[in-house]
């Protein structure tokens, strides 16, 4: 069964310093990812998206992703972090009927 | 603007009593989704509508009725047959195969 696994439930970095998040999945064909990312309380906000090519893709607030099919891994990535980034961040994966499998989400907390 | 609205954003409900959320886009979209977010358990389908006047039960139907007679609107009403119904409830929409969903900005659910 397809599946997405982000191993990290929280990670906490300080302001400035540079973040990964950890993004698994689980699917037989090539697969179509997503990294949303949402505030408390919020709906969820697309941050970038592969569907075939380049494997790194760039997003928006400078977050980028690299596909990795030998690691079946799609992180995202960000050089340097502000205070303003502090959320839950969502990987998710496109199944074979269209449907949306997402992640359970890393809570990102920024120490000033 | 187009995007995805939902209303209301804060609902209280009694125990027994049934209650309906709305979800309106005027993206054009064709498919429209409702997923329930507890803490710590992501993003669960609870139905989804590809076209107008059809929709398929998600992961988590039970409890649950929606309906789709507008292209633009998929409202969800939560029954007094659902259990635990306090959660944040998010509506999205997308348009195509193999695409991103859009969000809305959500409602919360609790039941006093």
């Known amino acids: 069964a397809q599946s997405v696994t982000q191993p990290d439930i929280h990670i906490t970095v300080s302001e400035g310093a540079s973040l990964e998040l950890r993004c698994n999945y689980s699917?037989?064909?090539?697969?179509?990812l997503f990294w949303y990312v949402q505030s408390p309380g919020q709906g969820l906000q697309l941050l970038l998206k592969?569907?075939?090519?380049?494997?790194l893709v760039q997003g928006i607030k400078g977050f980028e992703a690299e596909f990795k099919r030998s690691q079946s891994s799609f992180n995202l990535r960000k050089p340097s972090v502000h205070w303003s980034d502090a959320a839950e961040y969502f990987c998710?994966?496109?199944?074979?009927?269209?449907?949306?499998?997402f992640g359970k989400g890393t809570r990102l907390h920024i120490l000033p | 603007d187009g995007g995805i609205t939902q209303s209301p954003k804060y609902l209280f409900r009694k125990e027994g009593q049934n209650v309906t959320l709305s979800c309106e886009q005027n993206?054009?979209?064709?498919?429209m989704y409702w997923y329930r977010q507890d803490p710590g358990q992501g993003l669960r389908l609870i139905y989804y509508?590809?076209?107008?006047?059809?929709?398929q039960k998600g992961d988590i139907a039970e409890g649950y009725s929606v309906s789709r007679e507008k292209k633009e609107s998929f409202p969800l009403t939560v029954t007094s047959a659902q259990k635990n119904p306090t959660a944040f409830y998010l509506c999205?929409?997308?348009?195509?195969?193999?695409?991103?969903?859009?969000f809305g900005p959500g409602t919360r659910l609790t039941v006093l």
């Open positions: 699917y037989g064909a090539t697969p179509y």
């Open positions: 592969y569907f075939s090519g380049d494997t």
């Open positions: 509508s590809q076209i107008v006047n059809d929709f």
């Open positions: 993206l054009n979209h064709d498919a």
């Open positions: 998710a994966v496109v199944a074979w009927d269209d449907k949306i499998i």
């Open positions: 999205a929409s997308k348009q195509g195969y193999y695409n991103e969903q859009f």
